[in-house]
């Protein structure tokens, strides 16, 4: 009987020792799978997710796929981390998620696995450690987390509360450190506009100017470039996208111009400034010089703006001038895009320079459909001109190869006659003329563009590069 009684206690010792080494080989599993460096149960804890534990009352008994999973009733038995008023009692079961991490619902696979059946069901009476989020559209739940879940025991809850605690302080870590940067970054703008108003002849820069108004910024750029909305305009061109006193530019240049949105306040700004173009609804300024033109409103700036403009009204003819060069800005700026859009290049020649061609003429067509004043201003327009000149003399460099003979790139010559070679060398020598006379190409660009070496043996390749004013 003591020999039983022995055995019996040594059986439970050794099933105990058994179990822990079961539920630490277990523990393993869920815990230490890492996402950029730290556990999951970290990462939920410095993202603000709710640790609880939950028994299973029931599950919802319909066929379930990956992407719409399975709701659980829970039964609460504690909340670790969370507003303990919360009712998660109604639970939707995510699945885990098997891919690594950064794959998202592009991937290839993602599709399959979506509409997969759901196999992940959990027993009715498990008890269990949840990561998740309360959602309250349509109807009050708690999202289960896939990966922040497992079965419950003490030591997996001690576990999961001291990953838990870390990323809890990871989080305010952070937090102090931006509202520390912010703040930093805050006094040195507010420092920055400072100098700004100290250097700026403010009633100069209001005669100067040709938009006088108050505005939020709403995108920053890249530090370059703000996009604003301006609620006030004082002065300037109403162009026809001014409408409800909502009135949207963007100014390019001056990189520490932009400090806004302290903390996303939105402060409002007096801007005076420059009209530079006009792109869909959105009109293009630029800065005055010594990149002043961009002042943090106070109420003594608002009051000097306004007694300013309305003592100096815009001049009619000086507003119509500046409508017309912002629609000439806009146009020029849509034609630029054509001829830059899709660069393009074809082992066949003659399919070359007819994607090209058919380019420059579809410009040609959409200036020469608009008002006759626009056409030869757009020409001017430097980065119109710019496009054109590359344009024109890629085909010129086409035009120079065929006359060899040559119909495809990497290809050999074939024999022409000597009648199609020179006009083929004509066309090259007429194109490169025409991608000269936009006044933006080097005379050492043209020497050394490749191809056009085929030409140096004409005379008209002389007279053309006198032609280049450097």
Same mark, same amino acid.
């Given at each position: 009987?003591?020999?039983?009684?022995?055995?019996?206690?040594?059986?439970?010792?050794?099933?105990?020792?058994?179990?822990?080494?079961?539920?630490?080989?277990?523990?393993?599993?869920?815990?230490?799978?890492?996402?950029?460096?730290?556990?999951?149960?970290?990462?939920?804890?410095?993202?603000?997710?709710?640790?609880?534990?939950?028994?299973?009352?029931?599950?919802?008994?319909?066929?379930?796929?990956?992407?719409?999973?399975?709701?659980?009733?829970?039964?609460?038995?504690?909340?670790?981390?969370?507003?303990?008023?919360?009712?998660?009692?109604?639970?939707?079961?995510?699945?885990?998620?098997?891919?690594?991490?950064?794959?998202?619902?592009?991937?290839?696979?993602?599709?399959?696995?979506?509409?997969?059946?759901?196999?992940?069901?959990?027993?009715?009476?498990?008890?269990?450690?949840?990561?998740?989020?309360?959602?309250?559209?349509?109807?009050?739940?708690?999202?289960?987390?896939?990966?922040?879940?497992?079965?419950?025991?003490?030591?997996?809850?001690?576990?999961?509360?001291?990953?838990?605690?870390?990323?809890?302080?990871?989080?305010?870590?952070?937090?102090?450190?931006?509202?520390?940067?912010?703040?930093?970054?805050?006094?040195?703008?507010?420092?920055?506009?400072?100098?700004?108003?100290?250097?700026?002849?403010?009633?100069?820069?209001?005669?100067?100017?040709?938009?006088?108004?108050?505005?939020?910024?709403?995108?920053?750029?890249?530090?370059?470039?703000?996009?604003?909305?301006?609620?006030?305009?004082?002065?300037?061109?109403?162009?026809?996208?001014?409408?409800?006193?909502?009135?949207?530019?963007?100014?390019?240049?001056?990189?520490?111009?932009?400090?806004?949105?302290?903390?996303?306040?939105?402060?409002?700004?007096?801007?005076?400034?420059?009209?530079?173009?006009?792109?869909?609804?959105?009109?293009?300024?630029?800065?005055?010089?010594?990149?002043?033109?961009?002042?943090?409103?106070?109420?003594? &700036? =608002? !009051?000097?703006?306004? %007694?300013?403009?309305?003592?100096?009204?815009? +001049?009619? $003819?000086?507003?119509? /001038?500046?409508?017309?060069?912002?629609?000439?800005?806009?146009?020029?700026?849509?034609?630029?895009?054509?001829?830059?859009?899709?660069?393009?290049?074809?082992?066949?020649?003659?399919?070359?320079?007819?994607?090209?061609?058919?380019?420059?003429?579809?410009?040609?067509?959409?200036?020469?459909?608009?008002?006759?004043?626009?056409?030869?201003?757009?020409?001017?327009?430097?980065?119109?001109?710019?496009?054109?000149?590359?344009?024109?003399?890629?085909?010129?460099?086409?035009?120079? &190869? =065929? !006359?060899?003979?040559? %119909?495809?790139?990497?290809?050999?010559?074939? +024999?022409? $006659?000597?009648?199609? /070679?020179?006009?083929?060398?004509?066309?090259?020598?007429?194109?490169?003329?025409?991608?000269?006379?936009?006044?933006?190409?080097?005379?050492?660009?043209?020497?050394?563009?490749?191809?056009?070496?085929?030409?140096?043996?004409?005379?008209?390749?002389?007279?053309?590069?006198?032609?280049?004013?450097?």
């Amino acid at each position: 009987m003591q020999v039983m009684k022995l055995g019996l206690i040594a059986s439970i010792i050794f099933s105990s020792v058994v179990s822990a080494q079961e539920e630490d080989r277990d523990l393993d599993k869920p815990v230490e799978e890492l996402l950029f460096g730290t556990t999951i149960w970290e990462r939920q804890g410095s993202s603000g997710a709710d640790l609880i534990v939950a028994e299973v009352i029931s599950v919802e008994k319909r066929p379930a796929t990956n992407a719409k999973p399975p709701h659980v009733k829970l039964k609460v038995i504690r909340v670790i981390f969370g507003d303990g008023k919360i009712d998660r009692s109604n639970a939707v079961w995510r699945p885990r998620w098997p891919f690594e991490w950064g794959i998202c619902g592009n991937d290839s696979r993602f599709p399959k696995w979506d509409a997969a059946l759901f196999t992940e069901y959990p027993n009715v009476g498990d008890r269990f450690l949840l990561t998740g989020h309360q959602v309250e559209s349509p109807r009050s739940l708690f999202v289960v987390d896939g990966k922040g879940r497992m079965l419950y025991s003490k030591k997996r809850e001690s576990y999961a509360k001291r990953c838990y605690e870390k990323g809890v302080l990871t989080a305010r870590k952070a937090k102090a450190e931006a509202e520390a940067k912010e703040k930093k970054r805050v006094a040195a703008a507010k420092a920055f506009w400072k100098s700004k108003l100290a250097k700026a002849d403010l009633p100069g820069l209001f005669a100067d100017s040709e938009l006088v108004g108050i505005g939020r910024v709403r995108i920053l750029n890249s530090g370059s470039v703000a996009r604003f909305e301006v609620t006030e305009l004082l002065r300037g061109p109403r162009l026809k996208e001014y409408r409800d006193n909502a009135y949207f530019g963007e100014v390019h240049g001056g990189a520490n111009a932009f400090l806004a949105d302290y903390s996303g306040q939105k402060p409002l700004f007096l801007l005076v400034l420059r009209a530079k173009g006009q792109y869909g609804n959105t009109i293009m300024y630029e800065l005055m010089p010594g990149e002043l033109g961009i002042f943090l409103l106070t109420d003594e &700036l =608002r !009051s000097q703006a306004r %007694a300013w403009c309305r003592d100096n009204p815009l +001049d009619p $003819s000086l507003e119509k /001038a500046i409508v017309e060069r912002c629609e000439v800005g806009n146009t020029a700026r849509n034609v630029t895009y054509i001829l830059k859009a899709s660069p393009w290049k074809s082992k066949s020649l003659e399919a070359e320079e007819r994607k090209l061609a058919k380019k420059v003429k579809g410009v040609n067509r959409f200036l020469g459909n608009g008002p006759a004043w626009k056409e030869p201003l757009v020409r001017e327009d430097e980065q119109f001109r710019t496009a054109l000149g590359e344009i024109q003399l890629k085909r010129s460099v086409i035009w120079a &190869l =065929r !006359s060899t003979g040559l %119909a495809d790139r990497g290809g050999k010559s074939a +024999d022409i $006659s000597s009648m199609e /070679a020179a006009s083929y060398r004509t066309r090259a020598f007429e194109l490169l003329g025409e991608a000269v006379s936009t006044r933006t190409l080097s005379r050492k660009r043209v020497e050394n563009e490749e191809g056009l070496d085929l030409l140096n043996d004409d005379a008209r390749w002389l007279e053309i590069l006198r032609s280049i004013q450097e």
